[in-house]
T-cell receptor, first 114, second 113 residues
């Protein structure tokens, strides 16, 4: 199986600064790592993902890094805005998972102060 | 306009009863899933279906039974409900099970009294 640890659980940042969330995984067979954003009372929405053939991916103020040797991946939100306040979940999926099972981290609550 | 419809949005049930959570997706996807989100726990994978066939089951209890009457439907029947079953249940879908993006429905928040 897979286990994903996510830190920190709460992240308070000043508007305009950057926010970083770190996740580690255990199963070296995992090769797909999505990040989801969930606002209160809403469904989780994919914001960015990275596959194991990449080390870095960037889109619209989001950067994800993947270190396969360390089994670690991270999300960096640059120039945070109040709209970035939400729960963020990392996840990992195993290459040999027949059912596309995603194992999620426990989530990080990001609070952006104006 | 939601493409994954879950009904009902809120559900209150008494211990020992049985409920069915409805999920329909209009994304043309071939794979559907159920996840559970409880307080202070990560989103937890329950089931995956591909072309109406069970692909993976990580739910220990047989009280949870998915039902797929059509390719774009995956309902979840829960019998003998317990207070510990209280959670938000999310249905999701993807094009297929080869690690494509998962799209989640709005969830059904179940409270068992």
């Amino acid at each position: 199986g897979e286990q994903v640890e996510q830190l920190p659980s709460i992240l308070r940042v000043q508007e305009g600064s950057s926010a970083s969330i770190n996740c580690t995984y255990e199963n070296s067979a995992s090769n797909y790592f999505p990040w989801y954003k969930q606002e209160p009372g809403e469904n989780p929405k994919l914001i960015i993902d990275i596959r194991s053939n990449m080390e870095r991916k960037q889109t619209q103020g989001l950067i994800v890094l993947l270190d396969k040797k360390a089994k670690r991946f991270s999300l960096h939100i640059t120039d945070t805005q109040p709209g970035d306040s939400a729960m963020y979940f990392c996840a990992a999926s195993e290459a040999n998972s027949a059912g596309n099972k995603l194992t999620f981290g426990i989530g990080t609550r990001v609070l952006v102060r104006p | 306009d939601p493409k994954i419809i879950q009904k009902p949005k809120y559900l209150v049930a008494v211990t020992g009863s049985e409920k069915i959570l409805i999920c329909e997706q209009y994304l043309g996807h071939n794979a559907m899933y159920w996840y559970r989100q409880s307080a202070k726990k990560p989103l937890e994978f329950m089931f995956s279906y591909s072309y109406q066939k069970l692909m993976d089951n990580q739910t220990a209890s047989s009280r949870f039974q998915p039902q797929s009457s059509k390719k774009n439907h995956l309902d979840l029947q829960i019998t003998a409900l317990k207070p510990d079953d209280s959670a938000t249940y999310f249905c999701a879908s993807s094009q297929d099970t080869s690690q494509n993006t998962l799209y989640f429905g709005a969830g059904t928040r179940l409270s068992v009294l």
